[in-house]
């Protein structure tokens, strides 16, 4: 692994790379961890080559031991560390990994739960970016948004800090007149009232950015339909929202 790492920048290395992914795919699929010395070894060296070897094709029996072997290691913190990263530019990649599909729902369970901020971030990274750039149907795209929503109310602060840096980023790569207009009044319900009743000073300016973030990124029309919304709240018998 480390000869291979030396010699990638090579100009003769490309003749190589047929054997070199041939010989990941085969290494990943008995990998047992990516946190110990030789799993970093190798998710290093994929790294590598996919940021150098950008217009790559990745054959799909590449894909499904790299995809598999990542879900069997959300559970290891470790491990997680190395295996987001590489699936986001395998994601950006290819857009047609039907397991990547699995990983969706307990990625964004970590992005609440996982002790590592690290771990939290690159878990709602990798969401945000599922949900943007893959064919994602409405019933999955609701479920995951919904969930984020749902425990925007966590009694954990990491967790709630979490689904703030999943929700910015969704906002910011997610097409928002084919995709996410029709969903932008519910967050909006959501982030309203948390900003109502948020008891972290550290999170609510994290909190208004999201807002100010969703009403930047909404078409006009929908923009007046949340103005008028933010009014109605403001002015409900005597009701008043955060600001």
């Known amino acids: 692994l480390s000869i291979l790492e030396h010699y990638i920048k090579l100009p003769s290395f490309y003749k190589f790379l047929p054997d070199v992914l041939s010989f990941l795919t085969f290494t990943i699929s008995r990998l047992r961890t990516a946190s110990d010395q030789f799993g970093q070894s190798v998710f290093r060296l994929l790294t590598q080559v996919l940021i150098t070897f950008d217009k790559l094709k990745l054959p799909t029996d590449f894909t499904r031991a790299l995809v598999t072997f990542c879900g069997g290691q959300l559970e290891v913190h470790d491990s997680c560390d190395q295996i987001f990263d590489t699936l986001k ?26 002790f590592s901020s690290q771990v939290r971030k690159r878990a709602a990274q990798f969401v945000a970016t599922f949900m943007s750039i893959y064919k994602v149907s409405s019933k999955q795209f609701k479920k995951l948004l919904q969930f984020a929503l749902d425990n925007l109310a966590s009694s954990k602060a990491t967790a709630r800090k979490s689904l703030l840096i999943f929700l910015k980023h969704l906002i910011k790569e997610c097409q928002m007149e084919n995709v996410l207009d029709q969903y932008t009044e519910l967050i909006l319900a959501y982030l309203g009232t948390r900003i109502a009743n948020e008891l972290d000073e550290n999170i609510l300016p994290k909190l208004r950015k999201v807002i100010g973030l969703l009403l930047k990124s909404v078409t006009n ?20 929202v955060r600001t």
């Open 89 to 114: 530019l395998v994601m950006n990649r290819r857009k047609d990994i039907p397991e990547i599909y699995d990983l969706a729902q307990p990625a964004l369970e970590l992005v609440i739960r996982a």
């Open 221 to 240: 029309s929908r923009f007046l339909s949340m103005w008028n919304l933010m009014i109605k709240w403001c002015s409900s018998e005597g009701k008043q």
